[in-house]
């Protein structure tokens, strides 16, 4: 048997199923052959994004069947919840050792399975049984993150709220954790004074010696919820008695009251051990490596044997690059007929504050002009593990990038080649002859101010784009949602060419719309060779430079102002070659 554990961490690019407000998403997880579903809380108002950090647990006793069905829904007040997207995860093929699947997974629209309805972000952690039996008692080790397992099995002779019906209980789990978690089992329609759920909910605490879990058990009704009967248990005395960690349930039968009366009783099965030290079964220390002062750029050479997702024709493949914590998605040009190679040559600064836990996560998609572009194939990599590969030599290297089926991520959807350049302020940067070094700019997008309005009824959602003469690269920010005339952006970029007294940088704001096309707010043209020459002594520093806008129906007219810092420096070029051979 395996002890699979979903967090439900966030979604982004959600379809939107709402015209006048903002939708509700909350998320449905379900595993095949299993009547259970595990349901997130509703993030209100969340729109096209929604974080929700909530964890399931899952007894999976045949790893074949290990396949999990999700779904994005919008919660109505009046009207039936509306499905915004579905999809499925294969770990029929993942649950062989013990380990963690930290990746996002794409759901598809529900008319047409072919559309995009958005990405979902799980965290997949298991354990196999055989494993923790092997474990030392837990009282050997200091406890500073214990799991518990709480598994609702049934209820008997309940008390009786319903006359003329059979009444439909569920029971809410709360505990006094951290996090004040929050579960409820599924309503067991028309049981009576008999209920059975055989349903599991997961309680992590760093105080496990002052775990107290309240139980109530709920009678279901149209207008009102009323309540059967309930109980509190202190978990931290069965951690007393039974300190060690193992595979062994615990099994508890307990009485519910209600006004001091007894109202049935309820069967639960709990088991717990600490996840700090199963952890350090599983991953390895990345030692002394720290990178939370790194600098990485990155350049998307390539790729090659790529999933095919088109029949008459060639696909148009593009990839973008997103870290977490971070809404900034860089994306490369689109390479158009390219089928299953492309070559792309494009170059992104990538920032965090964290490089030691932070995660890249790179998407191959297929251009489509009359409908949503489709995913290729996906990859996420954590960048310390990656940098640690690589962590002698002049901080540059090339990499080939394996990515993963959406449909299948135990299939392979084709190879991505990256050429990743990094330094770490703490060490000393490689010394390169001045005759082999060229000009670098990087751009830091700020802000976005007194912008001109483009919407009558609602905020605007203002985006850039930059782009520099004699360079292919066209840089685009996050979207800053409903921040109307004044946005907020602070994405970087990086743009490597010989500069000229005519170089020429293009800055265009648009306006995302959901339903129509964007819409351009302005724009404008700066000399950014001129800016070199009068700051060509500034080489590794910063500054602001604020450029104006002009309305794009009157050129004469400002149209807002944009705030870059602006910073020149040197670098060695990579013998990249101009034809790639697959």
């Known amino acids: 048997m395996t002890t699979l554990f979903v967090t439900a961490v966030s979604a982004r690019g959600l379809k939107n199923t709402e015209l006048l407000s903002r939708q509700d998403p909350y998320l449905t997880l379900q595993l095949q052959d299993n009547a259970q579903i595990h349901k997130t809380k509703i993030c209100v108002d969340g729109g096209k994004k929604a974080v929700w950090n909530d964890t399931f647990v899952f007894e999976i006793n045949d790893t074949n069947k290990a396949i999990i069905s999700l779904n994005v829904m919008n919660s109505n007040n009046v009207a039936a919840?509306?499905?915004?997207?579905?999809?499925?995860?294969d770990l029929s093929n993942s649950l062989i050792n013990d380990g963690i699947i930290d990746n996002w997974f794409t759901v598809f629209d529900e008319k047409n399975n072919s559309f995009l309805a958005g990405e979902v972000n799980l965290v997949f952690k298991w354990y196999n049984h055989d494993v923790l039996q092997s474990l030392p008692p837990i009282t050997d080790i200091p406890i500073s993150n214990t799991?518990?397992?709480?598994k609702v099995i049934s209820a008997r002779k309940l008390r009786n709220t319903e006359t003329l019906t059979k009444q439909d209980p569920y029971m809410i789990l709360k505990a006094n954790t951290e996090n004040k978690e929050e579960f409820r089992t599924r309503v067991d329609q028309d049981s009576g004074v008999n209920a059975d759920w055989n349903e599991s909910f997961i309680f992590q605490t760093t105080n496990p010696n002052n775990l107290k879990l309240s139980c109530v058990v709920m009678n279901s009704n149209v207008i009102k919820d009323e309540e059967i009967g309930k109980v509190e248990l202190d978990l931290s005395e069965m951690l007393q008695i039974h300190p060690r960690m193992d595979d062994n349930w615990e099994n508890v039968i307990v009485n519910i009251v209600s006004s001091n009366t007894n109202a049935g009783e309820i069967n639960f099965a709990i088991k717990w051990f600490n996840d700090d030290l199963k952890m350090n079964t599983i991953t390895k220390s990345l030692g002394a490596l720290t990178l939370s002062n790194a600098h990485l750029i990155v350049t998307a050479i390539a790729a090659k044997n790529l999933r095919n997702t088109e029949t008459l024709t060639m696909q148009d493949p593009y990839l973008t690059l997103q870290i977490d914590g971070n809404d900034q998605i860089h994306k490369t040009r689109v390479h158009d007929d390219a089928g299953v190679n492309a070559k792309w040559g494009d170059k992104f600064i990538l920032t965090t504050s964290d490089y030691s836990n932070a995660c890249l996560t790179l998407t191959v998609f297929n251009l489509n002009n009359l409908k949503a572009d489709n995913i290729i194939g996906r990859k996420r990599i954590q960048i310390s593990k990656l940098i640690e590969k690589h962590r002698t030599g002049d901080g540059i290297f090339e990499e080939w990038i394996t990515l993963e089926d959406?449909?299948?991520?135990?299939?392979?959807?084709?190879?991505?080649l990256l050429d990743v350049r990094w330094y770490d302020d703490h060490l000393p940067k490689p010394q390169i002859s001045d005759d082999k070094m060229k000009n670098e700019v990087i751009i830091k997008v700020v802000s976005g101010e007194n912008l001109r309005n483009t919407e009558t009824l609602t905020k605007q959602d203002p985006y850039l784009e930059l782009k520099i003469s004699g360079n292919d690269q066209i840089c685009r920010t996050r979207i800053h949602q409903d921040?109307?005339?004044?946005?907020?952006?602070?994405?970087t970029f990086v743009f490597d060419?010989?500069?000229?007294?005519?170089?020429l940088?293009?800055?265009?704001?648009?306006?995302s719309n959901t339903l129509s096309k964007d819409t351009v707010i302005a724009r404008t043209i700066a000399n950014i060779g001129e800016i070199f020459n009068t700051n060509k002594q500034t080489f590794n520093v910063f500054y602001t430079h604020v450029v104006k806008l002009k309305d794009p129906s009157n050129i004469t007219k400002d149209a807002g102002d944009i705030t870059l810092e602006i910073r020149w420096q040197k670098y060695k070029p990579k013998n990249i070659p101009s034809v790639f051979k697959f």
């Open 81 to 89: 919840d509306n499905i915004i997207g579905r999809g499925k995860v």
């Open 147 to 150: 799991m518990f397992i709480v």
């Open 406 to 416: 959406p449909t299948n991520i135990s299939r392979s959807a084709g190879e991505v």
């Open 483 to 491: 921040g109307g005339k004044n946005a907020t952006w602070n994405d």
């Open 497 to 503: 060419f010989d500069i000229t007294t005519n170089s």
């Open 505 to 511: 940088l293009t800055l265009t704001c648009m306006n």
